[in-house]
């Protein structure tokens, strides 16, 4: 039977943390806010310089008081929302960073859109992401030096939301007005249904425990159902990257790339040679990266990771077991 409103499917949210609470305490605010509340906010609280669970438990109070389920951990991302979804109880699971704001009608729109594509082969929801300036919901064109980097060596970069031979996405236009059908979704900012979460769920075996965790999950459920983007429900995401570590974010970024492409794409000549391309698009743009912050830590953090890799083996599975 159909659904008929939003109210007929149950929607759990599930935040992974760690260390940033005043970026948690405004992520939490904006749900609490939310036109359809969600069924139940999930935190799953990897903090290694304090516990976050008193400061967040104040904030649910009369009517959402027993919406909060607090779940403290190691930091490991991908095990913390895989952990975070074995807890819940919603139909939809819905992974938030901890550093997004949602629109008030966030919730009520993400349940409206599975409602009016009930029984269809919906593998994930993402949804609209904008800067926090943006309050006019839209996002001003540009054209950088950067971008162009990234369109020649099929890196990350705006096209149609499905993956490039190299392993990597293009995102859609944050000006896009309809709902398109995509491979990518945004892994902090993306629902699946659960029995479509629980095929798949997140690996906790890849190196670093984030880096490229949504593309790897995007691109499983891809293969078998069709994944979505709408517009009709948005947020504001100004990422916080912790630390603000170039070095460790450019090692990463290398390592889990051959890790994925050992893992998922196929070893014909063309995704081989688009591989390899994207590499040296990334060393290129690294480079630019670093000559305009006068800060050469993210071209070193590049070569440290094909050394990591070549010589080390650090791509092969190294992380956490997955728990099922």
Known sequence: MRPSSTESVTLSIIIATKDRLDHLRNCVESILK????????IVVDGSTQSDLRIPIEQLFTGPSKGMLKYLKTEPWLTAQNNLGARESKGD????????????GHYVENVKQFFSDHHGQNVG???CKILDPSAQSGTVKPSLSLGGIISKIFLLQSTGNGYFRPSGLPTLIDQNCTEVKKVEFVYGGNATYPRRVFEEFKFDEQLPTGFNLSDDDIAYRVSRTYQNYWTPKAFLYHKSH???????????SFIICHFYLRMKNYPRDLAHTAAFTWSVVGRICLEGLICLKARNFSGI????????AVWFHGAHRPQGKAETV
């Open 124 to 126: 994930a929801l993402s």
């Open 92 to 103: 939809l699971l819905t992974f938030l960073d901890d550093d997004t704001i949602l629109d």
């Open 300 to 307: 070193r953090g590049t070569f440290s990771g094909l050394g």
């Open 241 to 251: 990257y912790v630390n603000n570590d170039r070095f460790s974010k450019s090692r």
């Open 34 to 41: 939310q036109t359809v509340p969600p069924d139940e906010v």
